[in-house]
Protein backbone atom coordinates (compact mmCIF):
# COMPACT_ATOMS: atom_id res chain seq x y z
CA UNK A 1 0.00 0.00 0.00
CA UNK A 2 2.59 2.18 0.53
CA UNK A 3 4.74 1.62 -2.56
CA UNK A 4 0.78 2.99 -4.31
CA UNK A 5 1.13 6.03 -2.54
CA UNK A 6 4.69 6.90 -3.42
CA UNK A 7 3.74 5.72 -7.37
CA UNK A 8 0.79 7.94 -7.64
CA UNK A 9 2.62 10.63 -6.20
CA UNK A 10 5.98 10.25 -8.47
CA UNK A 11 3.02 10.11 -11.31
CA UNK A 12 1.84 13.31 -10.73
CA UNK A 13 5.38 15.52 -10.10
CA UNK A 14 5.63 14.02 -13.62
CA UNK A 15 2.57 14.93 -15.21
CA UNK A 16 3.25 18.56 -13.69
CA UNK A 17 6.39 19.12 -15.37
CA UNK A 18 7.06 21.03 -18.82
CA UNK A 19 3.94 23.40 -18.22
CA UNK A 20 6.12 26.88 -17.51
CA UNK A 21 5.09 28.32 -20.99
CA UNK A 22 1.28 29.28 -18.52
CA UNK A 23 1.37 32.16 -16.36
CA UNK A 24 -1.26 31.02 -13.40
CA UNK A 25 -1.48 33.22 -9.82
CA UNK A 26 0.57 36.25 -10.65
CA UNK A 27 0.10 39.17 -8.50
CA UNK A 28 -0.92 42.58 -9.22
CA UNK A 29 -1.67 45.90 -7.52
CA UNK A 30 -4.59 47.83 -7.55
CA UNK A 31 -5.79 51.17 -6.07
CA UNK A 32 -9.49 51.88 -4.70
CA UNK A 33 -10.94 55.20 -4.72
CA UNK A 34 -12.43 55.79 -2.57
CA UNK A 35 -11.44 53.67 0.50
CA UNK A 36 -14.34 54.98 2.49
CA UNK A 37 -18.22 56.32 0.79
CA UNK A 38 -19.67 58.48 2.76
CA UNK A 39 -23.66 58.56 1.84
CA UNK A 40 -24.67 60.86 4.82
CA UNK A 41 -27.67 60.86 6.14
CA UNK A 42 -30.37 58.67 4.44
CA UNK A 43 -33.43 58.08 5.74
CA UNK A 44 -34.69 53.92 6.52
CA UNK A 45 -35.64 52.16 3.90
CA UNK A 46 -33.53 53.80 1.40
CA UNK A 47 -31.10 51.91 -0.59
CA UNK A 48 -27.21 53.22 -0.78
CA UNK A 49 -25.43 52.30 -3.97
CA UNK A 50 -22.05 52.96 -3.13
CA UNK A 51 -19.46 53.42 -6.21
CA UNK A 52 -15.38 52.53 -5.64
CA UNK A 53 -13.22 52.62 -8.91
CA UNK A 54 -10.74 49.64 -9.28
CA UNK A 55 -7.37 50.97 -11.41
CA UNK A 56 -5.11 48.11 -12.20
CA UNK A 57 -1.31 49.41 -10.69
CA UNK A 58 0.15 46.31 -11.51
CA UNK A 59 2.34 44.60 -14.86
CA UNK A 60 -0.44 41.87 -15.20
CA UNK A 61 -4.60 41.66 -15.28
CA UNK A 62 -6.30 42.43 -12.13
CA UNK A 63 -8.98 39.58 -11.45
CA UNK A 64 -11.43 40.39 -9.08
CA UNK A 65 -12.72 36.80 -7.20
CA UNK A 66 -15.34 37.79 -5.52
CA UNK A 67 -17.20 40.65 -3.59
CA UNK A 68 -18.46 40.40 -0.83
CA UNK A 69 -20.51 42.73 1.78
CA UNK A 70 -20.24 42.04 5.27
CA UNK A 71 -23.83 41.04 6.34
CA UNK A 72 -26.92 40.08 4.02
CA UNK A 73 -28.05 43.93 3.80
CA UNK A 74 -25.07 44.65 1.46
CA UNK A 75 -25.41 42.96 -2.41
CA UNK A 76 -21.82 43.89 -4.98
CA UNK A 77 -21.79 44.19 -8.39
CA UNK A 78 -18.11 43.74 -10.04
CA UNK A 79 -16.34 43.03 -13.29
CA UNK A 80 -16.03 39.70 -14.56
CA UNK A 81 -13.15 40.18 -16.18
CA UNK A 82 -9.75 41.02 -16.33
CA UNK A 83 -8.93 44.60 -15.54
CA UNK A 84 -5.92 45.25 -17.65
CA UNK A 85 -2.77 47.28 -16.47
CA UNK A 86 -3.35 50.78 -16.39
CA UNK A 87 -7.56 50.53 -16.76
CA UNK A 88 -9.83 50.93 -14.50
CA UNK A 89 -13.51 49.08 -13.61
CA UNK A 90 -16.33 49.92 -10.62
CA UNK A 91 -17.79 47.90 -8.00
CA UNK A 92 -20.99 48.57 -7.26
CA UNK A 93 -21.92 47.91 -2.74
CA UNK A 94 -26.21 48.20 -2.54
CA UNK A 95 -26.66 48.56 0.87
CA UNK A 96 -30.69 48.01 2.37
CA UNK A 97 -31.17 50.26 5.01
CA UNK A 98 -34.50 48.63 5.84
CA UNK A 99 -31.91 45.52 7.11
CA UNK A 100 -30.18 47.67 8.92
CA UNK A 101 -31.01 49.40 12.59
CA UNK A 102 -31.26 53.44 12.89
CA UNK A 103 -28.06 55.68 13.75
CA UNK A 104 -24.50 55.21 12.36
CA UNK A 105 -24.02 52.90 9.43
CA UNK A 106 -19.98 51.05 8.78
CA UNK A 107 -20.77 48.54 6.10
CA UNK A 108 -17.34 46.76 5.30
CA UNK A 109 -17.01 45.20 1.68
CA UNK A 110 -14.25 42.83 0.58
CA UNK A 111 -12.68 42.97 -2.68
CA UNK A 112 -10.62 39.44 -3.34
CA UNK A 113 -8.31 39.61 -6.32
CA UNK A 114 -4.93 38.32 -7.29
CA UNK A 115 -3.43 41.02 -5.21
CA UNK A 116 -1.03 40.76 -2.00
CA UNK A 117 -2.59 41.14 0.13
CA UNK A 118 -5.39 38.96 -1.57
CA UNK A 119 -8.24 41.22 0.14
CA UNK A 120 -8.87 44.54 0.03
CA UNK A 121 -11.55 46.12 2.58
CA UNK A 122 -13.55 48.75 1.71
CA UNK A 123 -16.22 50.81 3.91
CA UNK A 124 -19.81 52.53 3.19
CA UNK A 125 -20.49 54.77 5.26
CA UNK A 126 -24.12 56.28 6.41
CA UNK A 127 -26.32 57.97 9.31
CA UNK A 128 -29.79 56.10 8.88
CA UNK A 129 -32.42 57.93 10.65
CA UNK A 130 -36.15 57.18 11.22
CA UNK A 131 -39.08 57.80 8.39
Known amino acids: MKYIGIIALALIMVSCEGNTDVEIGNKTTMEVTPAVFDAGDVIKGEEITAKFTLKNTGDYPLVIGEVKGGCSCTVAE ?54
Open 78 to 131: YPNEPIQPGETGTVLAHVNTNETGVGPLNKAVNIVANTEPSVTTVVVRASVMRK
